[in-house]
């Protein structure tokens, strides 16, 4: 079993940086594919960004692409997602999530953590 813990969200600025990490717990955070997405009020969630197992291979939503970088250590069994140019609407709650990647942008998730807020002001 894994349980993930997200950190670093906060209220910013739209042009800001932010960057979110994802502790895992468990000797099997490496063996997982890892994802980050985020769900905004009243809409559902969405797909935001995957990372394969080994760190070597990325996929990302039209939507954040060019401005999202979503990385791993294995050996912190950490994940992180550092997001510069920020925007309003990537206000949302961001989760990070432990699974599978499916076909090209498609996740199958196993395990969720328990999301944290990011807020971009105008």
């Known amino acids: 079993q894994v349980q993930l813990v997200e950190s670093g969200g906060g209220l910013v600025q739209a042009g800001a940086s932010l960057r979110l990490s994802c502790a895992g717990s468990?000797?099997?955070?490496?063996?997982?594919?890892m994802a980050w997405f985020r769900q905004a009020p009243g809409k559902e969630r969405e797909f935001v960004a995957r990372?394969?197992?080994?760190?070597?291979?990325?996929y990302y939503a039209t939507s954040v692409k060019g401005r999202f970088t979503i990385s791993r250590d294995n050996a912190k069994n950490t994940l992180y997602l550092q997001m510069n140019s920020l925007k309003p609407e990537d206000t949302a709650v961001y989760y990070c999530?432990?699974?599978?990647?499916?076909?090209?942008?498609?996740?199958?998730?196993?395990?969720w953590g328990q999301g944290t807020q990011v807020t971009v002001s105008s």
């Open positions: 468990g000797r099997t955070f490496s063996r997982y594919d």
């Open positions: 990372i394969r197992w080994s760190g070597g291979t990325t």
């Open positions: 999530a432990a699974g599978y990647g499916v076909g090209t942008d498609g996740f199958a998730t196993d395990y």
